[in-house]
């Protein structure tokens, strides 16, 4: 991978919805220390993403009971997919928000597309859909997200903060969320023990 040209092509405009984003080991913001990011949505005017690899010690059927969704007795029978769904900390701006990123079998109007196959809902009726087996195939719910201002993102990623490469829904929906920062490395060739903390300047 040539993270030069890569640096090239960010600093040149180049857009990265769908991509992740991979904190460098020298990353000072604690909010994303080691964290991979999912990009959401990336223009001129800034970026959104959710950081997929943080757990929240919330658990998903607690949520719904919280949010009116089910009551208590419905949420000891919930199928097997929403009961085990794990409640991501999705990044440090408005965390009591919550943001489902999911495949395209399940859409609605409220949701936004990211890729070809993979959408962003963060409206209630997706959560009902998931508490009734209706929901998508895989998804991945948030409390919380990553935003950048305008320039934001792209200075960061010159200055060696951010890694970046395409998303797999694999990576994006496996549950191995403790070790995905070093297997999503791994997949990309990267030794930990050569990543410098430092930018380079030519």
């Known amino acids: 991978m040539d ?3 890569q640096k090239k092509d960010i600093a040149q405009g180049g857009f990265l919805d769908d991509q992740f984003l991979i904190a460098m080991p020298g990353m000072q913001d604690e909010n994303f220390a080691r964290a991979v990011i999912y990009v ?17 010690p919330l ?6 009971v919280q949010l009116g969704v089910v009551d208590e007795k419905q949420a000891i029978r919930l199928p097997a997919p929403a009961r085990d769904l794990l409640v991501r900390n999705g990044g ?22 990211v890729s070809e196959d ?17 929901g998508p195939r895989h998804a ?23 890694l970046t490469c395409p998303a797999s829904q694999d990576m994006l929906f496996d549950g191995d969320i403790d070790r995905k920062y070093e297997r999503l490395l791994m997949s990309l060739g990267i030794d930990m023990a050569h990543l410098s903390p430092y930018a380079g300047h030519a």
């Open 59 to 64: 658990r998903f059927p607690d949520l719904l």
């Open 92 to 113: 440090p701006v408005d965390r009591s928000r919550g943001f489902v990123l999911h495949s395209d079998d399940y859409i609605v109007d409220s949701s936004l597309p």
């Open 140 to 162: 991945l719910m948030a409390l919380g997200y990553a935003g950048w201002g305008a320039g934001q993102l792209e200075r960061e990623i010159v200055d060696n903060g951010w």
């Open 40 to 56: 959401c949505a990336h223009s001129e005017e800034g970026a959104m993403g959710i950081v997929i690899n943080r757990v929240q």
């Open 3 to 5: 993270i030069l040209r």
């Open 118 to 134: 993979i959408c962003l809902t963060a409206t209630i009726d997706i959560l009902r859909a998931i508490s009734k087996g209706s």
